[in-house]
């Protein structure tokens, strides 16, 4: 009878995988775009806004959200990561952690939004801690790579390249027979960077983090690369109207109580790492972006990036065609309202 019942229950989870009715919204017949998020949530806001549209694309089965690994150095963001992430419903999601990051302050709006109330409730279900059992973001980048299909994975970074770099940089073990450079080049389908700026010669601020990893992570990354420069972001605003209208009630939702922290309000903030989400996701969409010839990007040691013309070379940055397009674009991603 047990064995009767396995099969039915094999049988119906199938029939939901192929009618693709399971859990998650309807995509169209497409399969999920793999994806790992790299982020150093806590420093801008932009931050939580990319993190927002992961989970609705999450939710609506365009995406498998498979894990979050935290570029920079303050415990405080392991918490922010579990309680949002139960908040959209993947309390399961696999973190890493760089425990070896710059940046260990607080700044502004995690502990505001970790300790916000809602109706005399918690705002967030906090279970996860940096209590030893968060493992370093490169191991985490290696067992997530380890379990994936050939050329499956994007991965998406918007803040200092550590993880990515140590990533690159690591040596066979338990994870993987494959160093690193192997490994990124058999399972990763794209690393989605913001980070640079192609029109102007100066030092953006990821990459002025931690100038040495960002260095490794254009010379050594085995697969197609886009980046998407400082001067993308910084032409789209998000508008606060968007934060006051679009979520309900804002002090119910993280994502709010973070922006509404963030700075004094009323502010539109810069969309850079917005606007690398979407370019990963739904690249070409509606015209709004597109990617530049192919080339090398390379990294002074002042941390000014270059870009190089190259035919063979598998790297590109983001053009931003459509500025007003983009912000129709982010608030319905964002925001989750169609
Ligand atoms: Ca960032």
Redesign the pocket.
């Known amino acids: 009878m047990k064995g009767l019942f396995r099969f039915a229950l094999i049988f119906i989870t199938l029939a939901q995988v192929l009618c693709g009715c399971g859990q998650k919204g309807g995509n169209a017949g497409k399969a999920p775009v793999q994806v790992i998020f790299d ?2 949530i806590g ?2 806001i ?2 939580a806004i990319a993190l927002s549209m992961l989970f609705n694309y999450d939710k609506a089965g365009v995406i498998d959200l498979n894990a979050i690994t935290i570029c920079k150095r303050n415990p405080h963001c392991v918490e922010y990561i579990d309680g949002v992430s139960r908040f959209f419903g993947r309390g399961d999601i696999p973190v890493g952690f760089a425990y070896d990051g710059t940046m260990p302050e607080d700044y502004t709006y995690l502990l505001p939004t970790i300790n916000a109330e809602y109706e005399g409730r918690p705002l967030l279900d906090i279970r996860r801690t940096l209590d030893g059992s968060i493992p370093a973001g490169y191991k985490m980048l290696r067992q997530q790579l380890g379990a994936a299909a050939d050329t499956s994975v994007v991965l998406i970074t ?2 200092p390249l550590t993880n990515i770099a140590n990533l690159l940089t690591s040596a066979p073990d338990e994870l993987s027979d494959l160093g690193g450079i192997g490994l990124v080049r058999q399972k990763v389908k794209l690393v989605s960077i ?1 980070g640079g700026d192609f029109i102007s010669e100066w030092a953006e601020y ?1 990459i002025i983090c931690d100038i040495p990893a960002a260095q490794k992570v254009f010379s050594l990354c085995p697969s197609p690369l886009v980046a998407g420069g400082y001067e993308v972001g910084s032409a789209v605003h998000y508008p606060h109207t968007s934060i006051l209208n679009d979520f309900g009630d804002p002090d119910s939702n993280p994502i709010c109580v973070g922006y509404m922290n963030y700075c004094p309000m009323p502010y539109d903030r810069e969309c ?2 917005p606007l690398a989400t979407l370019e990963a996701i739904e690249p070409g969409v509606d015209g709004i972006l597109s990617r530049s010839e192919k080339g090398r990007i390379t990294i002074s040691d002042s941390g000014v990036s270059y870009f190089t013309p190259d035919p063979s070379g598998l790297q590109q940055y983001v053009i931003l065609n459509d500025a007003d397009k983009a912000v129709e674009m982010l608030v319905r991603r964002a925001s989750g309202k169609e």
Do not use: I, L, R
């Open positions: 982020t150093d420093n801008d932009d931050d918007v803040g913001m990821n850079w790492d």
